[in-house]
């Protein structure tokens, strides 16, 4: 996406609706206010221009493929808080403050958007508690059985017995989470907006959907190698 000042903050958005977020985070109207050049408003907002700039430039930026299949537990681990985790925590926020005001201005037309509301706050509720469990619990302790390993000790077994347990209980809210982006899904038609929307309502669908698409890759990395894998380390120790 080419940026210059003179472009116009709606300009933007039009070209590429994610841009709408990096605007939200600082506080830029892209909606109604959305006629100035982006120079404008980071003046108005008292905003460096060049910040805003780099984080436009960098909303394209495709994410490299790498082998997670191959990597260290706690390096996948450390992985999963660091970019899944993170991005839950920063997005659930502005996703919140979408979903109120989006269902608040169009859900007289649009009832869907009342549900979808709802069904966010749930799963923002659900993840929220969900992660904070995996970092407290579960995660430390697959880390305890990396070191143990490669310090040739036995780890030290937790109160929970085996992480058959904790795996559980994070695959089955796992599917609860999963559940209710596919109904979101349905209820939005796959995400996309009627004709009458504004650019909060697209920015808010497009935000949505990208949330998911991380989601399956985080529930993804869990299921079907993190978990896998931390069971058969804690079996070498029985």
């Not at 959305?34 to 994410?63: M, Q």
């Not at 502005?94 to 706050?121: P, R, S």
């Not at 390993?149 to 795996?167: A, C, L, Q, Y």
Request: charged share 25%; hydrophobic share 40%; glycine share 4%.
């Amino acid at each position: 996406m080419n940026i210059t000042k003179e472009k116009t903050v709606a300009s933007v958005v039009t070209e590429n609706i994610k841009a709408a977020h990096i605007f939200k985070k600082h506080g830029i109207d892209f909606c109604c206010g959305g006629g100035i050049t982006i120079d404008e408003a980071c003046k108005e907002s008292g905003i460096d221009y060049t910040v805003v700039k780099n984080e436009l430039k960098a909303v394209d930026n495709v994410s490299k493929s790498f082998n997670y299949d191959a990597w260290e537990l706690d390096f996948l681990i450390d992985h999963i808080l660091n970019i899944h985790h993170t991005y839950v925590e920063e997005n659930v926020t502005l996703l919140l403050q979408y979903a109120d005001k989006v269902a608040m201005v169009h859900g007289d037309h649009h009832a869907e958007l009342i549900t979808i509301n709802e069904l966010f706050k749930e799963v923002a509720d659900e993840l929220t508690t969900h992660m904070k469990k995996e970092e407290l619990i579960l995660f430390p302790y697959v880390k305890q059985l990396v070191k143990a390993k490669r310090d040739g000790v036995d780890p030290k077994f937790p109160e929970f017995v085996t992480v058959n347990n904790p795996i559980k209980m994070m695959e089955n809210e796992h599917e609860f989470a999963g559940e209710i982006f596919k109904t979101i899904a349905r209820l939005s038609n796959q995400y996309t907006t009627p004709n009458d929307s504004c650019n909060t309502f697209k920015a808010f669908f497009a935000k949505l959907e990208e949330f998911e698409l991380d989601l399956h890759q985080h529930i993804h990395l869990e299921n079907n190698i993190l978990f896998p894998k931390a069971i058969a380390l804690e079996q070498e120790f029985e």
